[in-house]
């Protein structure tokens, strides 16, 4: 079982390479079979299982076997995870550096 | 499982102020300026704001939310340069149980019309870190996914 700090580590090794963010972008129009990955990324089909592995033990993407294709898609709570977790304090900040704004401007407004 | 989850995270916003350097470092300086802007207007009540800004010196700010949870910042000042700099040393804390602690810089460049801030927050989250109602749902989520992931 993951920790959470293994979770969010893994979900931005996964993303930190930028094959596999083309390969999460491509996935996000719709599920591809693996083997069809390959050839627009100008890779080895080696080259993608390895990527996917990686992007499946982050959560990000799923893959599985219909028949004789496997096929892989994305799995949105992966990404929302990672989102979710950079923006909380982010946005906390942004709201306050907001309101100093506002500040800032009603006391420029005074004089 | 025992193990403490540290994450961490910097980010950094930049604004623009049109406004002097001296009057952005006053609203970091000022407690009555400080307190506006930085602990009210969250849709939580600002039980207690105290501050001492001087090197070494404190801040304090205690804000209870809607949902009952009370949130927590201890803030010591690191580095004070009059007009130019301020860093400060901050643990966040719900309910008495800390979360997390950071290192925030606010710089501040006069740039013709007005003033460029950067600001830049260095964190450590520790476990628990989501805050025991906040994103408790998403986490948990994600952990049962997993877990049915790795029994298939």
């Known amino acids: ?111 | 499982m025992s193990e403490t989850a540290v994450v961490h995270s910097t980010f950094v916003i930049e604004r623009n102020f049109p406004v002097p350097p001296e009057r952005v470092f006053a609203a970091l300086s000022d407690p009555a300026k400080k307190r506006r802007w930085f602990a009210e207007g969250e849709g939580s009540t600002t039980e207690s704001f105290e501050m001492d800004f001087r090197v070494g010196g404190t801040e304090r700010t205690v804000r209870r939310a809607k949902n009952g949870l009370a949130f927590t910042n201890d803030t010591v000042f690191r580095d004070i340069v009059s007009g130019t700099r301020v860093v400060i040393a901050y643990n966040m804390s719900v309910n008495d149980r800390r979360i997390s602690s950071s290192l925030i810089t606010y710089e501040l460049f006069a740039n013709g019309k007005g003033t460029d801030l950067i600001f830049t927050e260095q964190a450590a989250f520790f476990e628990g870190a989501d805050g025991p109602k906040i994103r408790e749902e998403g986490w948990s989520k994600l952990l049962d996914w997993l877990g049915n992931y790795l029994a298939n």
Request: charged content about 30%; aromatic content about 2%.
């Open chain 1, 1 to 111: 079982m993951l920790t959470q700090r293994a979770a969010v580590d893994r979900v931005f090794h996964a993303l930190g390479d930028p094959t596999r963010r083309a390969i999460v972008e491509k996935l996000s129009e719709g599920p591809v079979s693996v083997s069809s990955l390959a050839q627009p990324l100008d890779i080895t089909l080696a080259a993608v299982v390895q990527h996917l592995q990686i992007l499946e033990a982050s959560g990000l993407v799923q893959t599985e076997k219909v028949g004789r294709v496997r096929t892989c898609h994305i799995e949105p709570k992966g990404l929302s995870v990672a989102e979710r977790w950079i923006n909380e304090r982010r946005t906390l900040w942004e709201r306050r550096l907001d309101r100093l704004g506002k500040l800032l401007a009603e006391d420029a407004d005074e004089k």
